[in-house]
């Protein structure tokens, strides 16, 4: 299965409104195998939770996880997770709540690890 670790894939990062109680602005962020993550979700997810495509990086599966990877392990360690309010949203669980630095942090980081491949 060496192979795969070089197919082509897609790391994504989307802000999206939670329809919950307080309305929260998240980000979502993720791997898909499209080329255009927003092929990922349903026309009428991208409206509903008014979903904004921030980050498309492609590049070899084995480095798109490495970037989705990066971007859990700060997550977990900041304790960034929270679960989006809609069960049946795919990714529900890769939602965290961040600040605008922190966010510009990752993406510069992201687009960092892609540029030394």
Known sequence: MKWT???PNTFYVFSLIDPGETQTILIKFGRTQNVDPLKRYPTAELKQYQMKLLLNLRGKLIL??????????????????????????????ECIKIDDNQLEQLIQTSKQMAQQS
């Open 5 to 7: 670790a070089d197919v």
């Open 64 to 93: 798109m996880t490495q970037i989705e990877n990066y971007w859990k392990e700060q997550a977990k360690l900041n304790k960034w997770f929270v679960e989006f309010s809609q069960k049946d949203f795919h990714g529900k669980t």
